[in-house]
């Protein structure tokens, strides 16, 4: 029988087997490195270690992950409807004449443009009105209002012939109709466009031109026969 130490039953030493150390031995450490690796991977794996997974399973599809959207500054302003004749009435700042000239044109048809949007950042849409002619629809004045403490207040007044204003991208765009000696009401001789900014509480002119219109159309004054249509070749 052999014994623990190696050596044979007759005393002597057991040889070594092929590659150093005995085949008990090789096996002993074989199972020890087996059980190292595993520990290792077990390690490894598991969620609370310092493995390769410690940031966590990964999505199935990573396309379906939601993400919010991202707000943006120029979100539209709550829009609420306005009976805008009835404000003009009540308005102090509205002419006399505005007022009295303020009527329908046909059965409740009033003859008043209005827009909605974002001009003073109240989060609520602010108003602009024009007031026009039944006739030839000129504008005779142009308004513009916004919330302040459930109320709507004027907070731009211009009341003169040919005027008109709109809201281009968060800006007060008043266009005012020139007019030379002579002209008649459907021809000015040009007209005036100058965009307003809300600041400090107020609208401030930002910018200005000026446009000439030419005499060479309808209603100038370059006297001749009238311009005809090209001849098709």
């Not at 966590?56 to 943006?72: E, Y």
């Not at 002619?133 to 907070?155: F, I, K, L, S």
């Not at 001749?224 to 001849?231: L, Q, R």
Request: charged share 20%.
């Amino acid at each position: 029988m052999r014994g623990l130490s190696g050596e044979d039953g007759n005393g002597g030493t057991t040889p070594p087997e092929p590659g150093g150390g005995t085949a008990a031995g090789r096996a002993a450490v074989a199972g020890l490195a087996a059980v190292g690796v595993l520990g290792l991977l077990a390690t490894g794996c598991s969620t609370g270690g310092t493995g390769a997974r410690d940031e966590g399973a990964v999505p199935a599809d990573q396309s379906a992950v939601s993400v919010p959207p991202t707000p943006t500054a120029s979100a539209s302003p709550a829009f609420r409807r306005v009976d805008v004749v009835a404000l003009l009435k009540d308005d102090p700042k509205v002419g006399d004449q505005v007022k009295r000239d303020l009527k329908p044109c046909a059965e409740d048809a009033y003859p008043v443009d209005t827009s909605y949007g974002n001009l003073t950042g109240t989060g609520v849409a602010d108003v602009v009105v024009n007031v026009m002619t039944c006739g030839d629809a000129v504008g005779v004045g142009t308004y513009v209002y916004r919330v302040r403490e459930q109320r709507y207040e004027n907070v731009f007044a211009l009341e003169e012939p040919a005027v008109y204003s709109e809201i281009d991208r968060g800006d007060l765009v008043v266009t005012k109709q020139v007019y030379a000696k002579g002209d008649p009401i459907a021809y000015p001789s040009g007209e005036d466009v100058i965009t307003y900014r809300w600041s400090s509480d107020r609208f401030t002119e930002h910018y200005a031109v000026h446009n000439e219109y030419s005499k060479a159309v309808e209603g100038g004054d370059i006297s001749g026969p009238a311009p005809t249509a090209p001849s098709e070749n």
